[in-house]
């Protein structure tokens, strides 16, 4: 076979774009070499719809065991009873789960997209959205943090049947005992979706969601630096409290419930060489090695924050007890985009995003959101927050000096081949 010397010399450039430049993407990280290598695998080959043990196809011992291990090694990270590795990302997990559990037409409670939520919680543009009828709760205008109230308020009046909390783009911890005391008054599920603080809560660093929310969600690509996929959690299975019934009229333990919605529900066949890399990914969190990387994280984004707050930056809430900040650019006159736009000219990768009380579209935006999991990965510590920041800032104050722009990115390439990625690819 000829080799596509199109497709590959793309990878290759990627490859060093990825090397070259400082990612601030707050939902991205580096895998490690065995992660990406156990993707690649020919596990890419093989049929396998249902569960280990109980496929629809012959030939599935191997993979059995391997998506086992992901299986185990989840419950174990989390402490959860019942996990599924099956789903393709995040907004897959969370589709199953609505599916599990709702009708079309229910009632869900998410945080709004503008406020840093997620798509899949409500937004008008997605499923969760057009199948459900969304109502959200937001962010208070004077402090950036969660309504507790609000949602309860909420909650009362329109008698939701799901609850979703988690954020996109919320830098602050979330009180998930609360969060479970609204829902239990007015009868409805808990889903915390935790893309994004995943590893932290791994390893104990922020508050755990397992002992109060129904359904726990996560991708495996962000702060658990896994391949790209999905997972669905519950810290214990039940019996589901609402007496939900399948379409043959039964009523049915809720792991059960969750499993038919991911396969035949919402996927075919897994990607069974994907959960491989899931299993190795989760290999690694159980090491020491990932607890220093989670404690890294939390060191390098308070020491980012602080220097922006140090230089007049509004960062939404004031701070961050996570990995990422919000920024609201709106007192240093440059919109999202602009920021963005310069950044990504330096070699500097981050997303322009729109802030609670926006008063430009999400395609302008007065901010922009900023993640330390992938530079930790690179190996960079707090002492080396400050010269980002202070390149940032040199950009978004004098966003259209090219020289300027040309001078901070020949600094930005230089500085970060101390921090090298993928050696072994040469
Ligand atoms: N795209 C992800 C993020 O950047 O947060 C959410 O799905």
Known sequence: MQRDQQIFDLIGQELQRQRHGIELIASENFTSLQVMQA????????????????????????VDQSEQLAIDRAKQIFGAA?????????????????????????KILGLDLSMGGHLTHGSAVNYSGKLYQPHFYGVNKETGLVEYDKMEEIANREKPKLIVCGASAYSRDWDYKRIRQIADQVGAFVLADIAHPAGLIAKGLLNSPF???????????????????????????????????????????????????????????????????????????????????????????????????????????????????????????????KAEQVLVQADITANKNMVPFDDKSAFITSGIRLGVPAITTRGLKEEHMGQIVDWVDQLLMDADNETLIKGIRGEVNNFMKQFPLYPELG
């Open 211 to 337: 002992a109060h929310c129904h359904f726990v969600t996560t991708t495996t690509h962000k702060t658990l630096r896994g391949p790209r996929g999905g997972m669905i959690m519950m810290g214990a299975d039940f019996e589901n409290p609402f007496g939900l019934k399948t379409p043959k009229g039964e009523i049915r333990m809720m792991s059960s419930l969750i499993d038919t919605a991911v396969f035949p529900g919402i996927q075919g066949g897994p990607l069974e060489h994907v959960i491989a890399a899931k299993a190795v990914s989760f290999f690694e969190i159980l090491s020491d090695d990932y607890t220093v990387y989670a404690n890294q994280i939390l060191k390098n984004a308070q020491a980012m924050a602080k220097s922006f707050v140090d230089k007049g930056y509004q960062i939404i809430s004031g701070g961050t007890d996570n990995h990422l900040m919000l920024i609201d650019l709106r007192n240093k006159n440059i919109s999202g985009k």
């Open 39 to 62: 993707m690649g695998n020919v596990m890419t080959n093989k049929y396998a719809e249902g569960y280990p043990g109980r496929r629809y196809y012959a030939g599935c011992e191997i």
């Open 82 to 106: 019942y996990v599924n590795v099956q789903p393709h990302s995040g907004a897959q997990a969370n589709a199953a789960v609505m599916l599990a559990i709702l009708q079309p037409g229910d």
